[in-house]
């Protein structure tokens, strides 16, 4: 296929495919005779991959140093399976932290329609951005562990 068809295929435009080819990121294609280059359909995949990774948060230089490592093929499995296992924990931690803003966010959103019920809510409890089931922060210790992105159950004893 050729770099117009990957470009409608892959939702990269053709710059972006041909800066990716300049840095590394892609191999370099195959040309026809007239200097076109010519991509095998299993190029999508790689470019689906390094997507995943780019959405992931995986920076630019790791990207190339996994493409890199792919060019050596198996000799370097371990480095690459460590390289993917150091940004899965990366995305681990991103997760609970996203998790946690949820938890924030419907919190908030809670509040918002337990006041637009007329509800009557301290004004502290509002201006607050995180807050143990609605009430001020405490200084003393947490009653019960709290596991990222886990929510507290309602029925537990606190």
Do not use: N, Q
């Not at 995305?91 to 006041?115: F, H, N, P, S």
């Not at 809510?121 to 405490?138: K, L, W």
């Amino acid at each position: 296929m050729r770099i117009g068809d990957l470009a409608e295929k892959s939702g990269l435009s053709t710059d972006t495919l041909r800066y990716y080819e300049k840095i590394g990121l892609l191999p370099r294609p195959l040309r026809d005779g007239g200097g076109r280059r010519v991509y095998d359909a299993t190029i999508l995949r790689w470019i689906d991959f390094l997507d995943r990774l780019k959405s992931t948060g995986m920076g630019i230089k790791d990207r190339l140093r996994y493409a890199d490592l792919r060019t050596k093929g198996e000799a370097s499995l371990t480095e690459r399976r460590k390289l993917l296992e150091t940004h899965r924990g990366k995305v681990v931690g991103d997760i609970a932290r996203l998790t946690e803003m949820l938890d924030v966010l419907d919190d908030k959103i809670d509040l918002y329609r337990r006041m637009e019920a007329g509800e009557t809510v301290d004004p502290a409890f509002e201006s607050c951005a995180r807050t143990e089931h609605g009430a001020p922060p405490s200084k003393e210790a947490p009653k019960h562990e709290h596991r990222p992105g886990a929510r507290p159950r309602a029925d537990a004893e606190t």
